[in-house]
């Protein structure tokens, strides 16, 4: 049995505002093991990034509160913790990589330095020990000439390689929790492979548990182990990556599916569109807040919340369709050719 | 649906940048043409020219060299403001980022109608309301959303004004430069849906510039792929994405993470190296319809290697 390395029991995160109280995050659950790659997917607004910053303990108070719950990372709870207890996590057994390398690093520093920081703040070493690891770590992210580059500025590197700076920033201290927070979405393709490659092998080596924040799809069919699926401020479905993908059971993440075109689509054929759009969460929907925007809402989705249902020992989803009692109803085209086609490749044994 | 009418065509199009000395060649000859009716995809990374190319056939730009001919006329040649303001009407843009492309301080209403002022037209009150309330309803929203302001609407229903906009003036091509990479996942699709249904509706035009490869695939009708600055390969979308000649465009095509996991497992990123191209390279057509450019060996060499 894999030993957990963080649970989140019942998140409950809101911020005061001038339009009133937002209730961003809004009882989550989750637990991540040694190891894995989770992947937290959902629209802006959602409350994934919330969710990961809480963790990082980075949620402003005020506006922020922490309304409910507990943030266990190795059994220990991280909210009654004060900001010095804090930073002795933060960099080092969590750390964390952001979506925008131009805006993560400091301009006027040079990166070797940047580097050198982490691991003097956190690891006792001599300056010149922190040196020799920070151009090891600067070789590891795959930055070619290390020793020349140390002594460069930000300014001096690629989009690309910049990320890599940050991604040996977060690692300087060797966590066991990295908390990736879309972190390619602002490079270019060829780039981002590159950058999710670096991030699974360095992964392998270090068994680094990663939870990665993203709203594409394909980046999550990449990388991830297991999937949670937010919407609202809370997880409506998660499961293993191929859970999610070939047997989604939640009418949002059919709809989130269907809405990306695949190689089978044909150009006549219309996208599969959720309609509308988020709902406001100063005041959320009472009952299913999806159901506003869900086609197969039920009526008991506009009083009552579901629970979560489980569907596999692996895999759960928060839709009253999953109810005994619920009708029949037909799974949308695009989902029903991915099921077909993962029973297709299990037949032929993957 | 597309005729064999050629709408535009761009013939050896130049847009440098800089100092004439030393100058950064964001478009560098390149020449295509899109019919009538039809979808063209222009694809690349940051920095390719896609964004400027589609600039400077609007007329946004004092292009360096070439020729852009819109319905038979060069449009960098039309003086006189009758034929300029005519030309803009045929041809509108749709801009990347629905919060910077609104004017904060106007209505949604006032936003659509502007284009009619300039050209003036609907100068009838009520017959400006009924066209403003048709290209509300058109792009999906209502009568009531004509008096807010940008900031009362989502992103999704921003693009949507912002299409509306470009819809105003019943043009026949439209640049749709980056239109929904701002936007999330599930109006993404609302979006592209939009635009294929007006697309059949008013016989409408586009040049769609992405770097998402799956939406534009899905959306053109031909894909025209950059970089540096160059059109490297052109031809049918599932020409150039099931059979790519260019190792650019490969390289391209394998680094688009799909949202299948048993493919993500088996696939192979494959890495690009560019080949320095010197200037004896042109655009060769190794199949009907299909180009790509390069000399005449490093095509031949391509070809063989694509195994066609």
Redesign the interface.
């Known amino acids: 049995m894999k030993k957990p390395l963080l649970e989140v029991k019942n998140l409950k995160i809101n911020f005061k505002t001038y339009a009133g109280l937002v209730q961003a995050v809004r009882g989550v659950d989750f637990t991540l093991y040694e190891g894995e790659t989770l992947a937290i997917v959902g629209?802006?607004g959602s409350g994934k990034s919330v969710t990961s910053n809480a963790i990082m303990k980075l949620i402003p108070q005020p506006p922020g509160i922490y309304a409910d719950g507990h943030i266990l990372f190795e059994g220990k709870d991280l909210i009654p913790l004060s900001d010095k207890e804090m930073s002795k996590i933060r960099g080092n057994e969590i750390a964390m990589i952001f979506q925008d390398p131009m805006t993560a690093l400091n301009p006027t520093i040079r990166v070797g330095k940047q580097i050198m920081e982490v691991i003097l703040k956190h690891k006792k070493v001599s300056k010149h020990e922190a040196q020799e690891r920070a151009i090891e770590l600067l070789r590891q992210v795959g930055i070619p000439m290390p020793e020349k580059r140390f002594n460069q500025f930000p300014h001096e590197f690629s989009g690309g390689m910049r990320q890599r700076v940050v991604i040996a920033i977060a690692l300087a201290a060797d966590p066991k929790l990295l908390i990736a927070d879309e972190p390619t979405t602002a490079l270019?393709?060829?780039i981002?492979?590159?950058i999710?490659?670096l991030l699974k092998e360095l992964q392998k080596k270090r068994k680094t548990s990663i939870i990665f924040i993203t709203?594409?799809?394909?980046?999550?069919?990449?990388v991830?182990d297991r999937v949670a699926v937010m919407y609202a401020g809370q997880i409506v479905e998660y499961g293993t990556?191929?859970d999610i993908?070939?047997n989604p059971k939640h009418p949002y993440t059919w709809?989130?599916?269907?809405?990306?075109?695949?190689?089978n689509?044909k150009?006549d054929e219309?996208?599969?569109?959720?309609?509308g759009?988020p709902p406001d969460l100063t005041n959320p929907p009472i009952g299913d807040a999806f159901a506003p925007r869900n086609k197969y809402a039920l009526a008991i989705d506009f009083e009552k919340e579901p629970p979560m249902f489980k569907v596999s020992d692996t895999h759960y989803a928060k839709t009253w369709l999953l109810h005994e009692y619920a009708p029949k109803i037909d799974v949308p085209e695009p989902i029903v050719r991915?099921m077909e086609?993962?029973k297709k490749?299990a037949e032929l044994g993957? | 649906m597309n005729s064999n009418h050629k709408l535009l065509e761009v013939k050896n199009l130049s847009q440098y940048f800089g100092s004439p000395s030393n100058p950064i060649k964001a478009v560098d000859e390149i020449s295509f043409h899109i019919f009538e009716g039809e979808t063209l995809g222009l694809v690349g990374?940051?920095g390719s020219g896609k964004s400027t190319t589609g600039r400077s056939i609007i007329g946004l730009y004092d292009i360096t060299g070439g020729e852009v001919i819109f319905k038979g006329k060069n449009i960098h040649q039309v003086k006189s403001k009758k034929e300029q303001k005519q030309l803009k009407r045929e041809m509108q843009m749709i801009f990347q980022d629905p919060y910077a492309s609104l004017n904060p301080r106007m209505t949604a209403g006032e936003i659509i109608s502007e284009g009619f002022d300039i050209h003036g037209l609907y100068r009838n009150k009520s017959e400006r309301q009924a066209k403003i309330i048709s290209l509300l309803e058109a792009v999906g929203l209502n009568r009531e959303h004509m008096t807010r302001y940008p900031h009362e609407f989502?992103?999704?229903?921003r693009q949507r004004i912002g299409i509306a906009r470009a819809l105003s003036l019943d043009p026949s091509f439209i640049i749709a430069d980056e239109p929904i990479s701002a936007l999330?996942?599930?109006?993404?699709?609302?979006v592209?849906?939009l635009l294929?249904e007006l697309q059949e509706e008013r016989n409408l035009t586009y040049l769609f510039i992405a770097?998402d490869?799956?939406?534009v695939?899905?959306?053109s009708d031909r894909i025209a792929v950059m970089y540096r600055g160059k059109i490297v390969e052109l031809g049918d979308?599932d020409e150039i994405y099931h059979h790519p000649i260019h190792p650019y465009t490969k390289?391209?095509l394998?680094?688009?993470?799909?949202?299948?996991?048993?493919?993500?497992r088996k696939r192979k990123?494959i890495p690009?190296v560019h080949e320095e191209t010197p200037d004896t390279a042109k655009m060769h057509e190794p199949l009907p319809n299909h180009f790509v450019y390069g000399t005449d060996e490093q095509v031949n060499k391509w070809v063989h290697q694509a195994q066609l």
Do not use: C, W
């Open positions: 629209e802006s270019d393709v060829t981002q492979a590159q999710l490659e709203h594409d799809l394909g980046v999550v069919a990449n991830a990556v191929n993908f070939y709809g989130l599916l269907g809405s990306m075109p695949d190689l689509n150009s219309k996208l599969y569109a959720i309609p759009s991915r086609r993962y490749e993957e | 990374e940051s989502s992103g999704g229903q999330d996942v599930s109006i993404q699709a609302q592209v849906n294929k770097h490869l799956s939406m695939k899905y959306i979308a390289s391209l394998s680094a688009v993470p799909l949202p299948d996991p048993i493919l993500e990123r690009y």
